[in-house]
């Protein structure tokens, strides 16, 4: 699958995790996405921000900030962000969430690309 159908496919499954999100009453917003590699490093090269291989480069990666009511959740350990990981490995083969990586990244949700998550 081309990087462009695949970062299609990662868009819609982000708009759906924003809509399970808002149903189960929980607010998502937009934290760390795209990093231009211009700025931070190309793809497979060190850019002294996040992980060399960061898929975050590929427009592939989505961190998203959690709110419970008026409640900013920073807490990675918290159950709500296991629900939303869950619900976001459901949703495509290539799904990954942070929370499950060695380093856990909790508010993490990316597709995996040519090994890198």
Known sequence: ???????????????????????????????????????????????????KNSVHKKRLAQDYNLFIGDDYITDGDNPVYTELGEYWESLHEDARWGGRFKSVDSNHFSFELWGCK
Do not use: I, N, W
Not at 24 to 50: A, I, N, S, V, W
């Open 1 to 51: 699958m081309s990087v462009s159908k695949k970062q299609r496919e990662f868009t819609v499954c982000c708009a759906k995790l924003v809509l399970f999100a808002d149903s189960k009453g929980y607010g998502l917003t937009t934290g760390d996405g795209y990093r231009d590699p211009r700025l931070h490093g190309e793809f497979g090269e060190d850019g002294g921000y996040g992980s």
